[in-house]
């Protein structure tokens, strides 16, 4: 009895433990402080947090890419012809512009590697697809450190399985880390989140915006068609309850109610003290700034100038530069090189690298090219098809007959 009784003892006074560090355990389990569906549902409805996240998106991948190689490798034509090989089968370039939507609006994406011991396909994860993250501690288990560091599995909502999946089978796409987390931060998580100092809460962005837009239709259809009051002398009571009537039955344009008899007619309108757009133009401010694009101020807003457009892009290449280096080394470290491994190459001396936009190549002037015929390394006719294409107009002399052209 007294056996029984200390165990329940020990396990009413056992100290419960809070947030997701559990220092008796190898691994800490996190989940995303905003689930990554609602993100998404907001970048889906909100017209303004969809047109900035595309932009971005446009900003950071649009452009397109291609492949280099280590040109004094001995298999340098080999292993770019994998690299861009595997570009194509996969369709990089489309699964690139896809993720760079869900990682800019929500900071995270997934991609499932469908046989992780030979990279040859990639899937898209839904964004709500991993339920928790699995992370390993810092050192060994017995070890004072209770620090996370390392991402060990991946575990799926029920409805996606409910599988745990290794870190080596997925491409966790992640911006903006915040503390120690797993998860990444995307741009419109602010816009979702409230704010709580000294008990008083803010309501989130999101909230605030949508609610002005749901109340601004019924604001135009309450006084855009004005009620009338009006105000009859010595009217009896069926005649106050037939105005009662009408007045609650009336349409949205509003409704004139007549009365014969002396009276006073009073439509009822807003009070032009009550001056709301300082209110909404700081709300509707905070929101761009959340979004982290001036852009779509350029479309909205009057009086933006050359200069201020200029200035607008200049500021959001600042916040793109870092996404597109992460997104290249990324793409370099944990497909370019798992590719070059398994097909048999030296993934170090090989030295794979994506660029952005178009390669670069040399323009020909017409100096050079003259130069080049007079030495004799272009051939006449070879000078006189690049001179057609600079818009010279030649003509081709007749040939005599017999004689082969």
């Known amino acids: 009895m007294s056996k029984v009784l200390k165990q329940l003892t020990e396990a009413l006074t056992q100290k419960k433990r809070s947030g997701y560090a559990f220092p008796q355990q190898a691994t800490v389990y996190e989940t995303p402080s ?4 609602e993100v998404m549902s907001l970048y889906e409805r909100d ?4 047109a900035s996240v595309d932009l971005l998106a446009a900003s950071a991948v649009g452009s397109g890419f291609y492949t280099t190689v280590n040109e004094n490798y001995e298999k340098s034509k080999e292993a770019k012809k994998a690299i ?3 570009n194509e089968n996969v369709n990089l370039d489309a699964l690139l512009c896809d993720m760079a939507r869900a990682l800019i609006a929500c900071g995270n994406d997934f991609w499932l590697k469908l046989t992780p011991e ?4 990639l899937r898209r994860l839904p964004v709500d697809a991993v339920e928790r993250i699995e992370q390993s501690y810092i050192g060994e288990k017995s070890s004072a450190l209770k620090i996370p560091y390392k991402v060990e599995s991946y575990k799926l909502r029920q409805m996606y399985g409910g599988e745990n999946l290794a870190s080596e089978a997925v491409v966790h796409w992640k911006i903006n880390c915040l503390n120690f987390s797993g998860y990444g931060t995307g741009v419109l998580q602010v816009l979702l989140h409230s704010l709580v100092l000294q008990s008083d809460k803010r309501p989130a962005f999101a909230w605030m915006k949508a609610k002005i837009e749901r109340i601004m239709p019924k604001i135009f259809e309450k006084y855009a ?3 009338v009051l009006a105000l009859l002398e010595r009217a009896d009571e069926n005649t106050i309850r037939s105005f009662e009537r009408a007045i609650k039955n ?10 014969n008899g002396k009276g006073t007619i009073q439509p009822v309108t807003l009070d032009p003290r009550a001056r709301f757009e300082y209110y909404v133009d700081h709300l509707i401010n905070q929101f761009y700034l959340g979004c982290e694009t001036p852009l779509p101020r350029l479309f909205s807003t009057p009086g933006f100038t050359e200069a201020s457009a200029k200035a607008a892009l200049e500021l959001q290449n600042m916040l793109i530069n870092p996404v597109q280096r992460y997104i290249k080394r990324q793409v370099e470290r944990e497909l370019f090189s798992v590719v070059l491994s398994q097909e048999g190459f030296d993934a170090v001396k090989v030295q794979a690298r994506l660029h952005w936009g178009s390669p670069q ?5 017409v100096a050079d090219m003259l130069k080049a015929a007079e030495l004799g390394f272009v051939r006449p006719e ?3 098809k690049n001179a057609l294409k600079f818009g010279w107009e030649l003509w081709q002399e007749p040939q005599p007959k017999g004689e082969a052209p």
């Open 47 to 50: 017209p303004t947090c969809k």
């Open 361 to 365: 190549t040399r323009e020909v002037n």
């Open 118 to 121: 030979r990279l040859v396909d």
């Open 382 to 384: 070879e000078f006189r």
């Open 225 to 227: 068609g004005p009620d």
């Open 84 to 86: 861009d090989e595997f």
């Open 34 to 37: 905003v689930p990554l569906a």
């Open 250 to 259: 009336r349409g949205e344009e509003g409704a004139w109610l007549f009365y």
